[in-house]
């Protein structure tokens, strides 16, 4: 059982290495297999968990680099297996498409979109810090590469932006890390930087402070939630579609996922310190994003702003330190990555349909020719927009019911975020589906390669409105482990 899950996490990489020996024909497809097992071996953990199980499944911890206590630490709990689950069905969705469009230096670019994969599976399935800080600076490589070499438009501007604010962010965090791993090593002892240990071994709190304080720049940049948010206008247009799907559906988790993976467990009295600080930044994050949503008039910036608000909501069910808020952040993790790649490869075909055209003023009449499309994008723009009954309601209502707890207000205020999300989702739609078409724009079905792509996506999210305790009950018991120590802190300060 340890050694599955250095399979999983390596197998896309070796295919892109094998990619990049075939005839530059074949690479796209071993790619395309390669993230294809990854998503059955997903599965396969999925059905074997044992939701009822305490602590880390199908562990590995090996020792790597003694000398500076660095071990090679894999494991599965509640908090990250469907982050893996939901991983491996976006990088198959993507690479679908990816592997039947036409792209220069194809074995690069499958090379790199390998590559991205397994950083990405690294940073979820990591249970040593420094080990998580590999993969979580490795992720910046890869899409380095694609945003530069393959985007549109102004690609190098928007490439340096997201260099700077990434590894800026990513340089803060190692220092933290490092200072962490030294401050928390007891006398006479040998550090350590697995996150079981340092959970154990702890800081002052005054350390915790600074610490976690580092740890939340690059996690918020990651995310991105204001003001860390300044280089997603310029990226989200200038990616390619399949990129971008991915940077908002998947990368962006990993921020706000390391939140509960290692700053509260480890860091309780820091969490609890800065705890008000992030709730005031989440609920200005879902204000922000939602009113930027409505205002844009390029249909990728209105999915980039909805997702700075709907990543709002997360921070907010995390730091409510609520049973219910953070299970609502996971469910909400899932909810937003399953529903935001379909939505990106939906915009894809309509500016397919519209000769390149991504701007709502030049777009509409599409559903006349088009149900099977429209239908898709509707149900879509629903679970966006969290109608009762889709997996995004069940979310947001446990965030809220998390917020309402302690903080009430915040809660209040964050909910203005659901109407908003109603009206710029639905003046989407309208503009998009319906209206007078635009001048280029071309009514026709969705073609069957992004029909195959999307159509799965879309039943996932009508099931999981449907059945949420198929998450639910997975995740219960690490979510509520993870926020333990700092909810009880936030409940001895509320009690002096």
Request: charged share 10%.
């Amino acid at each position: 059982m340890t050694i599955h899950l250095s399979i999983v996490l390596f197998l896309p990489l070796a295919t892109g290495l094998i990619g990049a020996v075939l005839p530059r024909g074949l690479a796209r497809w071993a790619v395309l297999a390669g993230t294809v097992a990854v998503l059955a071996y997903a599965i396969v953990l999925l059905a074997d968990f044992d939701s009822g199980a305490g602590g880390l499944q199908y562990a590995t911890d090996d020792e790597w680099i003694a000398e500076l206590g660095i071990r090679y630490q894999l494991g599965i709990d509640g908090l990250n297996l469907f982050m893996v689950v939901l991983t491996a069905v976006a990088w198959v969705a993507c690479t679908l498409v990816a592997a039947f469009t036409e792209h220069d230096r194809p074995k690069l670019f499958f090379f790199n979109l390998a590559l991205g994969e397994t950083a990405v599976l690294g940073a979820f399935l990591a249970q040593d810090l420094a080990l998580f800080i590999i993969f979580f600076d490795l992720m910046l490589v890869p899409f380095y590469f694609m945003i530069g070499g393959w985007g549109t438009g102004d690609r190098v501007r928007a490439t340096t932006k997201f260099v700077i604010y990434t590894l800026a962010g990513s340089l803060l965090m190692l220092a933290a890390a490092i200072a962490l791993g030294v401050l928390s090593t007891p006398d006479g002892g040998e550090i350590s930087f697995s996150l079981a240990v340092l959970e154990q071994r702890g800081v002052s709190e005054g350390t915790q402070h600074w610490i976690v304080l580092l740890f939340a720049i690059a996690f918020f940049v990651k995310a991105p939630l204001f003001p860390l948010h300044g280089w997603v206008p310029e990226t989200y247009r200038a990616s390619p579609i399949v990129t971008i799907a991915l940077l908002s559906a998947v990368l962006s988790k990993v921020g706000v996922y390391g939140f509960l993976r290692i700053v509260l467990p480890v860091m309780p009295e820091g969490s609890q310190h800065w705890q008000e600080l992030f709730i005031v930044l989440a609920v200005f994050s879902i204000l922000y994003g939602s009113v930027l949503a409505f205002s844009q008039d390029n249909v990728r910036l209105v999915i980039a702003y909805s997702s700075i608000a709907q990543l709002g909501f997360v921070v907010l069910g995390i730091f409510a330190l609520d049973d219910r808020g953070a299970q609502g952040a996971v469910f909400q993790m899932l909810n937003h990555g399953l529903v935001v790649v379909p939505l990106f490869l939906v915009i894809g075909v309509i500016a397919a349909r519209a000769g390149g055209r991504e701007s709502l003023s030049e777009l509409g009449g599409m559903a006349f020719r088009a149900p099977v499309l429209a239908t898709l994008f509707l149900i879509l723009t629903f679970a966006t927009l969290a109608m009762p009954g889709s997996a995004n309601f069940v979310g947001e209502i446990l965030i809220l019911f998390g917020a309402f707890g302690d903080k009430l207000v915040y809660g209040l205020v964050a909910s203005l975020g659901v109407v908003l999300a109603a009206v710029y989702m639905i003046r989407v739609f309208q503009r998009t589906m319906h209206n007078r078409a635009g001048p280029a724009v071309e009514s026709r079905e969705i073609d069957a390669l992004n029909l195959a792509a999307v159509a799965p996506l879309v039943a996932v999210v009508v099931a999981l409105g449907l059945y949420p305790n198929f998450v639910l009950q997975r995740t219960e018991t690490s979510t509520t482990a993870a926020i333990d120590q700092a909810r009880g802190v936030a409940q001895e300060v509320a009690a002096r």
